[in-house]
């Protein structure tokens, strides 16, 4: 059996603050299947509330966090050119040990996005 889980944090690097209310979804991907495996906003410090992928359910595999930018961004207000230029964030990444923590955190303004494998 697994041990590792998965988890994220947001940050709104435009605002200097953790992003509170974005929605998250997370997908295994098995070829051409994508299966949804949950969904979540994060709370005021930019972060679930519990692991994305919480180890009952961890295993080797292909994987995307799917990071609801647009609507994030709208719902604070700002004022952007329509379409926005980030709407929805994907990140794909291997899961390859088994019993690691995988951190995939963002970090995201409205013209751009980086991500790196966390602690």
Do not use: C, W
């Amino acid at each position: 059996m697994a041990g590792g889980f998965l988890t994220t944090h947001v940050l709104d690097t435009a605002r200097g603050v953790p992003a509170a209310g974005m929605t998250i979804d997370l997908f295994r991907l098995d070829g051409a299947i994508r299966q949804h495996l949950g969904h979540k906003i994060t709370n005021d410090d930019g972060r679930t509330d519990g692991p994305i992928l919480p180890k009952e359910h961890f295993a080797v595999g292909v994987y995307e966090l799917e990071f609801r930018v647009g609507h994030y961004l709208r719902q604070l207000g700002i004022e952007l050119p329509e379409p926005l230029f980030l709407d929805v964030v994907p990140i794909r990444f291997g899961i390859s040990d088994p019993f690691s923590h995988y951190h995939v955190p963002l970090l995201v303004s409205p013209f751009g996005y980086s991500t790196y494998r966390g602690s």
